[in-house]
């Protein structure tokens, strides 16, 4: 009887090893490398949002805002497919006016695979600005990168803003009907959000970060 009971423990325990063997071979399988965003570093001003807490915008006539800058940094689980998952590197930066909570400026920096190809994977960096206003219509730029370079669909050499010149600017794309108010936005790697328009449609143009 012992031995009978010795051989069907033997027998248990080789079809757990077996089956644990399966799982985890499968489970490897299914995830893919991590993508990180040490590319796009050179494309966004990472140190001026990271070690600044508010940052000032001005209108023409000399007025100024202040925002705030939060930032969220983390390691990602995504999933590709049902099946398929992967860690991603993200950054996200929000800058909110004081005061208010009426719109609000982003900044999102991170990679994704595409479904069809589980080689392929873009590196983005996105901006838009946020409101309640306009019908759920927002402000917004998508940049991706291609060769080592960040591309966009509207893009400015150069653009001068209240007597302010800036350079390879990004900006948000016209839509074909009217939003009333915080309809642009623009964005470079030198300053990060360069400019957006207010619910009143004024212009405000980065002036300085602050600690």
């Known amino acids: ?7 069907l423990l033997l027998v248990v325990l080789l079809i757990s090893c ?3 063997d399966q799982f985890n071979t499968i489970e490897s399988s299914n995830e893919l490398s991590s993508l990180t965003i040490k590319d ?9 949002l990271s070690n600044s807490s508010r940052v000032s915008y001005r209108s023409a006539n000399g007025a100024i805002k202040f925002m705030e800058i939060e930032q969220k940094r983390e390691i990602v689980k995504k999933r590709l497919t ?7 590197e993200e950054i996200v930066f929000s800058l909110f006016e004081e005061n208010t909570n009426e719109y609000a400026l982003n ?3 991170g990679a994704n695979y595409f479904a069809e190809n589980n080689d392929a994977f873009t590196k983005y960096i996105k901006a838009n600005l946020t409101t ?3 019908n759920g219509l927002i402000a917004k730029i998508g940049m991706v990168l291609e060769n080592q370079s960040i ?14 010149m800036f350079y390879e600017v990004h900006a948000s794309i016209d839509y074909p009907v009217d939003m009333s108010g915080y309809s642009q936005i623009y964005f470079n790697k030198t300053h990060g959000v360069v400019a957006f328009s207010d619910r009143d449609d004024t212009l405000w143009v980065i002036d300085d970060y602050h600690n």
């Open 132 to 134: 309640s206003y306009n």
């Open 82 to 88: 049902p099946d398929i998952t992967y860690d991603a």
């Open 151 to 164: 591309t966009s669909i509207r893009k400015f050499d150069k653009i001068e803003f209240n007597d302010k």
């Open 107 to 109: 900044i999102f920096v």
């Open 40 to 48: 796009l570093m050179p494309h966004f001003p990472n140190d001026k």
């Open 18 to 20: 077996s089956s644990e």
């Open 1 to 7: 009887m012992k031995n009978i009971f010795s051989v």
